[in-house]
């Protein structure tokens, strides 16, 4: 079967299953306690479903979002590693000791074996120093730095190990080979990619895919300042201000670190709190296009495994996933895109958790909070001390062009005059170009006092060759006469 030989009641299933995922990922309605029984068996569903045994109740644990679930997921994740690390060590010191007394008595036993009775005090006298004392310190040497490889690479896997393996086969077992046999059942290369070009449109770009993105970055960015933060005794109030999401509290998770034992170790496994990160609804796009099968096409398959995948997909957000305790988080209560599907609100942040974390963006482009929520307080020193040049665009825009190019004393290229409409006055209009060289087309269009300022390629030099170069190489008088 393929996407343009649907029957009507295959497209009208398509239409509906298209809209109940763009639900899901743009959701922003709380969840339920209904809600939370059902992604608690889930859970425990996908667990049994990888052969893991399943967190008990309490530790599937809900949270406001999910800058709280990377947090106290890498807290948790290193005090079970730091737990179970204790019972390992004290083991190892054990055998450690027993091995090297018995390696002590052999290298006795051989050193005085290798000597006759005559010889034996004086060589032992002369060579113990230079042979038994080096012995043991070859050993020693050999077995503290086994230790200190294993103590390095026991703290690497407290995220690793212990949790992206364990995530992975709470998952994949779960669900891939629901997702292989579906895939090979319905399709061939040539369907499969019109299928998941088609799914895609409909859900991934009309969904959460750039809010999941946004997310897991901006909880990596905070784990980090947070990790910088509490190393150094003075955070940085500015690079704070600096910052494109707001987490409350986010200065105190060292100190928070500190209560489960060494706080650089547990702010560290929360920076990687990726390793056990799954995105619930902001991955609905993926969700979706392995439901199309299900729910469009109504393959005949068993889908037993995958339903606990989906309802967690469904019903919640981002989670944790670790074999001893789950993290699941709220929705958020504001997502806002603009026409293209990218994260954008001019008027606070686009995504707004109810712990009160955001995040904020203009148009896709990651802000600083402040850029949003007090424009006025843009200056042209700040524009020009921005140091990307898509934070610095917004800032120009949210400033005003037209106040920047004068502020800035934009150097003035061109400037005539043309008459739109017979009757009416002429319009004056002029070429500026900025301290950036960037060359900007300033007119109105008669019709109202508003001014617009157009950017054109820099090698324009007329006013007419800026408006031709914005009316896609048509000449002036037929850009005026089809307006």
């Given at each position: 079967m393929d996407l343009y030989s649907l029957t009507d009641a295959h497209r009208a299933r398509f239409g509906e299953w298209r809209d109940q995922w763009i639900d899901v990922a743009m959701r922003t309605a709380p969840m339920t306690g209904e809600e939370r029984a059902m992604c608690r068996a889930a859970v425990r569903g996908m667990y049994r479903a990888a052969g893991l045994v399943p967190p008990p109740d309490e530790r599937i644990v809900f949270v406001p979002s999910p800058f709280v679930a990377a947090f106290a997921g890498g807290f948790a994740a290193g005090w079970w590693h730091q737990k179970k690390a204790t019972t390992r060590a004290a083991t190892y010191e054990a055998t450690r000791e027993a091995t090297y007394t018995a390696t002590d008595a052999a290298t006795d036993a051989a050193t005085r074996q290798a000597t006759d009775a005559a010889t034996f005090e004086a060589t032992y006298a002369a060579t113990y120093a230079a042979t038994f004392e080096a012995t043991r310190?070859?050993?020693?040497?050999?077995?503290?730095?086994?230790?200190?490889t294993a103590t390095r690479e026991a703290t690497r896997q407290a995220t690793d190990a212990a949790t992206f393996e364990a995530t992975r086969q709470a998952t994949d077992a779960a669900t891939l080979q629901a997702i292989d046999t579906a895939t090979r059942q319905a399709t061939d290369a040539a369907t499969f990619a019109a299928?998941?070009?088609?799914?895609?449109a409909a859900t991934f770009e009309a969904t959460g895919a750039a809010t999941d993105e946004a997310t897991r970055q901006a909880a990596y960015d905070a784990t980090v300042e947070a990790t910088r933060a509490a190393t150094y005794t003075a955070t940085d109030e500015a690079t704070r201000q600096a910052t494109w999401y707001v987490v409350p509290g986010l200065a105190r998770m060292g100190r928070v670190a500190a209560c489960f034992g060494d706080p650089a170790f547990g702010l560290g496994c929360a920076a990687s709190f990726s390793r056990m990160w799954h995105g619930g609804n902001q991955w609905a796009g993926w969700c979706a296009y392995m439901t199309f099968f299900r729910y469009v096409a109504q393959l005949p398959i068993d889908y037993a495994a995958w339903n606990h995948y989906e309802v967690l997909c469904r019903h919640a957000g981002p989670r944790i996933i670790h074999p001893d305790f789950c993290l699941i988080s709220d929705f958020p209560t504001r997502l806002a895109v603009?026409?293209?599907r990218r994260p954008h609100a001019d008027d606070g942040p686009f995504c707004l958790w109810r712990d009160g974390s955001a995040l904020y963006a203009v148009h896709g482009v990651r802000v600083p909070a402040w850029i949003v929520e007090t424009?006025?307080?843009i200056t042209v020193e700040a524009i020009h001390a921005e140091p990307n040049a898509e934070v610095r665009r917004v800032m120009r825009q949210r400033f005003g062009e037209g106040r920047y190019l004068a502020a800035t004393g934009a150097k003035l290229i061109h400037m005539d005059s043309v008459r739109r409409t017979p009757g009416r006055p002429a319009i004056t209009r002029a070429l500026l170009q900025d301290r950036e060289g960037q060359r900007w087309l300033v007119a109105s269009d008669g019709s109202t006092p508003r001014v617009y300022y157009?950017?054109?390629p820099p090698d324009a030099a007329t006013c007419r060759e800026a408006h031709e170069a914005l009316c896609?190489?048509?000449t002036e008088d037929r850009c005026r006469a089809e307006v």
């Open positions: 310190q070859a050993t020693d040497a050999a077995t503290l730095q086994a230790i200190d299928t998941f070009a088609a799914t895609s603009d026409d293209q424009p006025e307080t157009m950017l054109v896609a190489g048509l």
